[in-house]
């Protein structure tokens, strides 16, 4: 334990960073109610004071944590320690310090035991050791609020601490609960085992620290994830997961070695969240987590929003036995609707007032088309600026998407990240005489209050601002799994398209113009009701 507490202060960690070592050296004992036998046994170094930020460990059972302000009581003694005397000398000072402390009419119950140490053992000369009993820890125990996410989260102002992952929140009036949507991130999960929640915590530790293919290096980001699900009754767990996010520079994660462990991207996603703080600790984890999901689901039955009470999670964002404040947070997805194939409404897709943690959607007006059929429209869309990718031999749909979305996350010159917004649009131009394939493009549009377009900085990226056009566009649902199917879904809705239009005065206006699209709202993983659209361009 303390070659790995060395190694640590000597650089072993994500920055390389070394500490000057400190004294005591402290080491921890906790005992069973009984006495009979220690539960808990640790070994720490204090970090410099001046040490802010530290660095995370690489080796995965190295913890860093934060002390409470604690009461003591010490006894200090000098005898020479050696190997062969140090547990029983340990031992001996306790029972002198608990013998003299009940002579005192003192009867500490407490069960949390230490030895500090200032000398290496076997050392010659004069020696100092102490031993000590925790009597009570700060009052700052009893604090409820939770940490500030600015205490946890990097930042231009704390560029040291971990990175989180990034949603938009709408906290719910009147109320502790809030909607996130969730960000695309990578994430490392593996499955819980027996309940050996530290098992699972070592195989994600293990694959960020190099147990992988390429043998990369990671850096864990927060919150750590306990995913769980329930039977539809409720009453019983059928499987559960932990999760880790992770900082991915290159964008394609290496392989895990564990079959145990799995890499991926997470599609956005909306939850509902409750945070609160207090202690949290592994004595009174599953009492305070079971009794914070019991209210959440309480409260529930007096809100209106539909959320799968199957699908359950806690979000950890300190390290068991840290010290307060503490942030927790409990969770449930908020579930779609069952039915795949009916057309998802624009309500449950565009942010509005009553749906804030929507993604705003290119904005449009409507026209008559003159049409008698209820899946076609006519649309005037306003001005807007939108980032796109022409699709090359060497550019594929999924490569251009990669890099709509890296731009958004923050890969342009001025390193802003831009909320999401609806729908990614494939803009297909044919030649108008023998309509053949001219230029094919998937863009997406910057959102509206944007105060700043910034430039691309991968020249595939293009910054264009299109001036109102008007288009007739048809939806139509349905899961649709690969781009592949797309493209074929996207072939079979146009043709009925045409022939919808075929007779009226819109006859050949798609080969006219030369402009017609695909516009997909949903990723190809989200569940429930979706919503597609093909469309021609009427007029620039």
Known sequence: AFQRLRSYMGGNNYRNETYNLTLPLIITASFSEDYSHMTEHHMGVLLPSDVKYPAEPHHYQVKIVNLPRQKVIVRAFGDELIYENAHRLYELNLEKLFYELRAKGMDIKSRDMFALVYDDIGVKGPQRHEVGVITESSIDDEKEEPKKFSDICRSEDHPDLPECAKFKSYPISGTDYEIRAYYPHFVAATPIKDNDYKAAFGELQKYLNGWNEYASLYEMAVPVTLSMKLSDDLDSLEEQYLAMGFSCPEDEPSEPLSSEVKVFKTPFYT?????????????????????KFREMFADMEKYDIPVSHTDIFVLAYDYPGASLPQRHEI???????????????????????????????????????????????GRVYDRHTMVEVELTENISYEDALKELFRYIRGANDQQIVYNMTVPVIGTVRVDSDDGNLMEAKVAVAIPSDAEHVAEPTSTWVKVVVYEPYKVIVKSFGGKIESVERLDAAYKEKFNELARELDGTHWTGIARKNGYIFGMEYDMPDSKGLKRHEVGVVVSL
């Open 331 to 377: 969770g449930v997805l908020i579930k779609d609707k069952e039915d795949e194939d009916g057309v998802k409404p624009f309500s449950e897709i565009c942010q509005s007032d009553v749906n804030p943690h929507l993604l705003e959607c290119a904005r449009f007006s409507s026209f008559e088309t003159g049409l008698n059929v209820s899946d076609v429209e």
């Open 271 to 291: 939850v509902l969240v409750k945070p609160f703080g207090g202690k949290v600790d592994e004595n009174n984890a599953n009492e305070v987590y079971e009794k």
